[in-house]
């Protein structure tokens, strides 16, 4: 009795570990395709620079159009510190058409744009865990009433518009 008892057991371990094995396996697939969705999200947009291996969260995130009229919210995860993070954005989105107005050095550091196609964008950034930093970019079109006060003049002064 003692012996079927231990076969009985070695079944039963047997089927757990591929039950288990096949569930891993699962999970990893669907990591590669969120992965893989999250690259293809930042390909979409062309006026805005990501810091290698910036990681897209999908749940959290809407992007409506692409290219440069693109607007809509990312939530990120980008390895390195808040500070490195800052930088990067602040060094970089000059480049990409972007015209620096404001920025908040705290606890979450803000950063504020204004763009071509009369657009605007607020970078807010925040340390994360294992030296990465969360970041949420939004951009949105001025609103009517802006855009009709000020979106000439701001075109003029600040993104040096020639017509």
């Known amino acids: 009795m003692n ?3 231990s076969k009985s057991n070695f079944y039963v371990s047997i089927f757990f570990i591929i039950l288990l094995s096949s569930c891993a396996s699962g999970d990893k697939l669907s ?5 893989q969705e999250g690259k293809n999200t930042l390909t979409r947009i062309s006026d805005m620079p990501f810091p290698e291996d910036t990681k897209v969260s ?4 809407i992007l409506l159009g692409e290219g440069k009229a693109w607007s809509g919210q990312l939530s990120l995860s980008i390895p390195g510190s808040k500070i490195s993070v800052f930088n990067f954005y602040v060094k970089n989105l000059d ?3 972007w015209k620096e107005q404001t920025t908040i050095r705290g606890e ?3 950063l504020t744009f204004v763009g071509e196609n009369n657009r605007i964008a607020i970078i807010s950034i925040k340390e994360a865990k294992f ?6 970019i939004s951009v949105s079109p001025y ?3 802006f855009e009709e006060k000020l979106g000439d003049y701001i ?3 600040y993104l040096e518009v020639i017509e």
């Open 108 to 110: 979450t550091s803000i």
């Open 131 to 136: 030296n990465t930093a969360e970041v949420l």
């Open 143 to 145: 609103a009517e009433a």
């Open 155 to 157: 075109n003029e002064q």
């Open 58 to 61: 999908l749940n959290k995130s």
């Open 95 to 97: 480049a990409f058409g």
């Open 31 to 35: 990591e590669q395709k969120t992965i």
């Open 3 to 5: 012996r079927l008892f």
